[in-house]
């Protein structure tokens, strides 16, 4: 340390008038002594009696501490403030130990604010005598780089929020990184030691990370903890129990991160809310069976193409795949019971889906769409009909609901299922979902006779129509290339054509029988 350097000249005026003996509320270093590159650093008194520590901390001299000093950079330059600013030599090097008043102590820490705002400072080399760098122990300051051993346990509060840093290794000891740590920084990738068991709020919140690596032994990570914006995967242990993670994307902020997995752990996972929300690039996800808990709207947003719900999830929450415009596949878990609120409203690409006999409750929105794109054919177990909500499902197109055999006129009849007249009811449920083969079904409305073109059927697939209340009116073998089918017996009306094979439906669309056509 080799200049102070005053923001105003009023301090002058003022720092005569006070007694060098004056003090504040925080006590000044205790003494000073300068390393073997002639930098003069601040101690203060940790322990004084064997064995005897140190910490390094700031120059307050008593005099300085009978004005108030800033806490945050917007304060500096601000009348009524005033804190001493040095000008340090790029490369400091912290020595293990100091001699003071016939005593050897060891240097422990990094005290609180130790280096806050202090500039021209580039590499901090630490001994392997720190175990500790305190609350905003480099906050603000113009540090670049910091050289540490092994040995370091904890890093508080904000020790390096907002500072150029660039690079770091974290040492393996380590057990404690502190609320908003490395907030706005300048780091492209970091390593978590499997010591560090929380991984808190804001702790690289803002640091343009492009490489996170994450090891065993670490149980939860906090809203924010890692900004997304430029990873492309993130890959997460199996001994992570809780998962808040999303912020930056609660922001608005495009997020890149294309591939995320969870190993399988032994614990309980939750996935808080809005934990991937709005991951606009992300296509996949691989979530093992410890996972428990969805939170509400942790994949509105992304790009998921197919999901894999785990097994011991009952609740799907509050628009938890809302506006995933790409999913088309969903796997339920056995045990699901609720699917809430807008669950998957807007993800016109899911058109079938499955339910198991423990679902009680789908609520309002949860299959809605706003095109006439959305949920074409729905396997339900459940022999007692859920409880709906207010506009569950579309009703611009027809939706074919296979339910356990002999249930129909129990959903016709309940609460919510009678209010949808594009929804008919094939019994029993259990056959194949449809596939996406093509066929040409005319003239639609149709008088007399229905032609179906379905050349790429396979042999021995076979036509049924069937009425609004899922009874089969109608069977016949499906032609090579163009079946003509007479439903001049039938009643005007409406009705569903299903193809069929051994295995279940193949195709299915609906048809209007009038009285000439």
Known sequence: MKKLVSFFSFVIVLLGCLSASAQGLYPPYDFRQANP???????????????????????HDSAYHSLPFPYDYWE???????????????????????????????????DKEAFFMQKNMHTVVLPASIETIDTGAFHHSTLHQIVMSANVKRINYYAFMSTPLASIELPSGLTHIGTMAFENTSLSEVEIPGGVEVLPYHAFYRCPLTRVTFHDGLREIQQGAVDPTHIDSLLFPGTLRKISLGENNINGDEV????????????????????????????????????????????????????????????????????????????????????????????????????????????????????????????????????????VFNTSDSIIVRVPCGSTSLYQQAPGW????????????????????????????????LHVECASFAAGSHLEIV???????????????????????????????????????????????????
């Open 467 to 517: 009425d609004a209340l899922g009874h089969r009116i109608l069977t016949a073998p499906v032609q090579s290339d163009n079946t003509m089918v007479d439903i001049s017996r039938l009643k005007e009306g409406v009705y569903v054509l299903l193809i069929l094979d051994n295995n279940g439906v193949l195709y299915r669309e609906k048809i209007i029988k009038g009285h000439s056509y």
């Open 418 to 449: 009678q209010n949808y007249s594009n929804i008919y009811y094939v019994e029993c449920v259990g056959v194949r979902e449809p596939t996406l083969y093509q066929a040409r079904v005319y003239p639609n409305p149709t008088g007399n006779t």
């Open 256 to 391: 890149f991160c294309e591939y995320v997995e969870f190993a399988n752990g032994a614990d309980s996972l939750e996935i808080a809310d809005f934990c991937f929300f709005r991951f606009q690039h992300l296509k996949e996800a691989v979530l093992p069976d410890n996972i428990f808990l969805l939170g509400e709207r942790c994949f509105e947003g992304t790009a998921l193409e197919q999901v894999v719900i785990p097994q011991q999830v009952k609740a799907i929450p509050k628009c938890c795949f809302y506006g995933c415009h790409l999913l088309s596949s969903v796997t339920m878990p056995p045990q699901l019971e609720t699917i809430e609120q807008g669950a998957f409203f807007e993800t016109p690409m899911l058109q079938g889906l499955s339910l198991p006999a423990t679902v009680s409750y789908i609520g309002k929105q949860a299959f809605r769409t706003l095109s006439d794109r959305g949920l074409r054919t729905l396997d339900i177990y459940c022999e007692q009909p859920p409880a709906l909500g207010s506009a």
């Open 76 to 110: 500096v330059g601000q009348p009524g403030f005033v804190y001493p600013v040095y000008d340090y030599d790029a490369l400091i090097t912290i020595p293990s130990s100091v001699t003071h008043g016939g005593l050897t102590y060891a240097v422990t820490s990094v």
């Open 37 to 59: 590159d002639g930098d003069t650093l601040y101690y203060r008194i940790t322990s004084s009696v064997a064995p005897y520590t140190v910490a390094v901390t700031r120059c």
